[in-house]
């Protein structure tokens, strides 16, 4: 039920991805199943939504992850969460999210478990991202990704690098994830897809229009399900155009 949805995602066609997830989520409720594949299935519909700027539904469906994820374990004090004040900081309520970094911080400062530390430094630099303050994304991104290694983090990770300047370190770590067949990349579709997208403005930004063009095409390619609206695709097609006149 989960996998299904993985193949429109990967073509950009996300209203049927979103009808497979719905799908599976109504059958798993009916079977009363709060497993993981579950709470994936709804983590999934979340970053759908948040592609296509519906933040508030975003933000619910993480909300509803992370209480059946509390449910199940109720030591867990991080999963999901890093993600929530993420899109709080999107939506522009940064009191919001930074009071749950604040809270996630005090929580874990003296957790022995170094993934539920870097998750937070995650969400806290998303949220250090939103607000403009790029130099202490980098830092947070960078303390995130040197111990999960996840795809959304290292989007993330490139994005700041991006937008602090820092070119260099943006493409060499872009084309390096461009080229990491992990298992799990099959499970993050928009990320992975995305990672071309930013590699072309990276390209662009740093002169080598050429390489920009094909990624921008590659990745046009790959969401040619896509709707032509989506910000992304929208941007990339401007940009592509440019490029090739």
Do not use: C
């Amino acid at each position: 039920r989960l996998t299904l949805s993985v193949i429109p995602a990967f073509q950009g066609d996300l209203t049927a991805a979103l009808r497979v997830l719905d799908d599976g989520i109504a059958a798993d409720r009916l079977e009363q199943f709060e497993g993981l594949p579950y709470r994936f299935k709804v983590g999934a519909r979340a970053a759908i939504f948040q592609v296509q700027g519906d933040l508030a539904a975003a933000a619910e469906n993480i909300m509803h992850a992370s209480e059946v994820e509390h449910r199940r374990d109720s030591t867990e004090r991080v999963y999901w969460r890093d993600s929530l004040a993420e899109v709080w900081a999107e939506m522009g309520d940064f009191a919001r999210a930074e009071s749950l970094i604040t809270k996630l911080k005090r929580e874990t400062r003296a957790v022995s478990e170094v993934g539920e530390r870097a998750w937070v430094s995650n969400g806290a630099g998303a949220v250090a991202f939103w607000k403009g303050d790029y130099p202490t994304a980098v830092r947070e991104f960078e303390a995130a990704d040197s111990v999960l290694n996840e795809v959304p983090v290292a989007l993330w990770r490139a994005r700041a690098y991006i937008e602090n300047g820092q070119l260099d370190k943006a493409v060499a770590l872009l084309e390096e994830r461009l080229n990491n067949y992990r298992e799990w990349r099959t499970f993050e579709p928009i990320s992975s897809v995305l990672l071309h997208y930013y590699l072309g403005i990276a390209y662009e930004k740093s002169g080598w229009n050429d390489k920009a063009a094909d990624e921008f095409e590659k990745f046009l390619g790959m969401w040619h399900k896509a709707d032509p609206n989506l910000a992304p695709v929208a941007d990339a097609r401007n940009r592509l155009m440019k490029l090739r006149s």
